[in-house]
């Protein structure tokens, strides 16, 4: 027998999905992150209709292992998901982004292209860090969701879309492994969420991570400062993680020809951008005057609407892996100004996390309704729902939990 090119492990079974990578409805670039791993978790939380693609993975060829009961498939999960079925048949609506999504896409895209030109072409240092928040809002509102596979249903517009974050000065690839592999399989798990630790020591957001270091007790001060590098670091720590073909502890999936050409792009296009047309433009000091204020309030904005859906104290840490899935991304989540139309667009999304974690596949065009779905089914089961009315809410508890983390030991 020859060896398959792609395997991966669903609940203790290996298939052979070398075949099957080019007619995944999902797409190639999805399929693929569950090459040569345990895919239980995105198998289970990328679909919902789970007859239906039980009934697809029975005609992948099977290599071997036997079934192994997972804590994806619960009655709690199974509730959330049969109510989100149901609103989407009454609504006659695609779980993916439609119309709407591509028309505030575009509309994004061209305002930052404007506010490039008047930032960096004709150098308003003003006008650059509105530019700089305007490319945090893209990471937020479009690469966001084209690489979690929910921006359209075309998995080509998917991959496009996604590649906006290889312009923003992040990496598509990277991305889908941290985030999507790491993060939101087990988010804040001191060893498996790179979120949880990646910043350690220089700051601290796990009580399972030692203390070793007095200067954390004043990282509730300069932890938003150090968010502010993130951007810049990324650049770089990318192309290491490429050399290395390795995102922390995770293996890079097996590389394709277009994910290393799409990486290299990616970063020389940021670079011309936003090196070598402001320096050509307007000197060498338009590094400093438009460009570096540009790169750190831009990602301050970004990285802080990440932090803080994840590290406030309202929300849990490290909890035990037989933990019933569901229950534990709504556990480990918070959402914040579920009720502002700004905050649901300006996040896309992020402010509903907890809908986000349960239904990463799911554009974020639907979390308001989902969120009624979703609190609902809380209240029933009598599972803590934490939302903050306000963004300074969150942020000031966000701040509150990095105080708390300078002493709190979880073992
Ligand atoms: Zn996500």
Same mark, same amino acid.
């Given at each position: ?19 099957? *990578?080019?007619?995944?409805?999902? @797409? ?36 071997? @292992? ?12 199974? %509730?959330?998901? =049969? ?48 530019? @700089? ?79 070793? =270091? ?30 290395? %073909? ?21 970063? *020389? ?102 969120? %009624? ?8 089961? @009598? ?25 709190? %030991? =979880?073992?």
């Amino acid at each position: 027998m020859t060896n398959p090119k792609h395997t991966t492990t669903i609940s203790g079974v290996t298939y052979d999905i070398s075949d099957f *990578m080019r007619n995944h409805p999902g @797409g190639e670039d999805l399929l693929i992150l569950a090459s040569g791993r345990d895919a239980t978790v995105m198998f289970h939380s990328y679909h919902r209709d789970m007859e239906k693609v039980k009934a697809v993975l029975k005609r992948l060829p099977v290599l071997g @292992g036997t079934t192994k009961p997972n804590t994806l498939e619960t009655p709690l999960y199974s %509730k959330l998901k =049969q109510r989100v079925n149901k609103y989407f048949e009454e609504t006659k609506q695609s779980s993916k982004g439609g119309i709407f999504m591509w028309s505030k896409s575009l509309a994004l895209l061209v305002i930052t292209v404007i506010a490039y030109y008047f930032g960096i072409i004709l150098g308003w240092p003003i006008v650059c860090i509105f530019l @700089g928040i305007l490319m945090a809002i893209n990471g937020l509102a479009i690469q966001h969701d084209a690489n979690h596979g929910s921006f359209s249903k075309y998995p080509t517009l998917n991959r496009v879309a996604g590649w906006v974050d290889d312009v923003i000065g992040g990496s598509s690839l990277m991305w889908r492994h941290q985030h999507v592999i790491m993060h939101h399989a087990y988010p804040n798990h001191h060893t498996l969420d790179g979120d949880s630790f990646s910043n350690y020591p220089i700051m601290r957001l796990n009580p399972k991570l030692p203390i070793n =270091q007095w200067y954390l007790r004043y990282q509730y001060i300069y932890g938003p400062f150090i968010y502010s590098f993130l951007g810049i670091s990324y650049y770089f720590t990318d192309c290491i993680n490429l050399l290395h %073909k390795n995102y922390l502890h995770v293996k890079l999936q097996p590389l394709r020809p277009i994910d290393t050409i799409v990486f290299v792009l990616g970063k *020389m296009l940021h670079f011309l951008l936003f090196v070598i047309v402001p320096v050509y433009l307007h000197g060498w000091s338009s590094l400093w005057k438009l460009v570096l204020p540009l790169q750190l309030v831009g990602s301050d904005f970004l990285a802080s609407c990440f932090a803080v859906s994840h590290n406030t104290k309202e929300i849990e840490y490290n909890l035990n892996e037989d933990t019933d899935w569901a229950e534990l991304q709504i556990r480990t989540s918070a959402n914040w100004s579920v009720h502002s139309t700004f905050w649901w667009l300006v996040s896309g999304g992020l402010n509903f996390q907890i809908e986000h974690h349960l239904f990463p596949g799911v554009c974020h065009v639907h979390y308001p309704a989902l969120s %009624k779905i979703v609190s609902q089914v809380c209240s029933e089961e @009598g599972i803590p729902y934490t939302a903050y009315p306000t963004f300074f809410a969150i942020y000031s508890d966000h701040l509150s939990l990095l105080k708390k983390m300078a002493t709190w %030991k =979880q073992e």
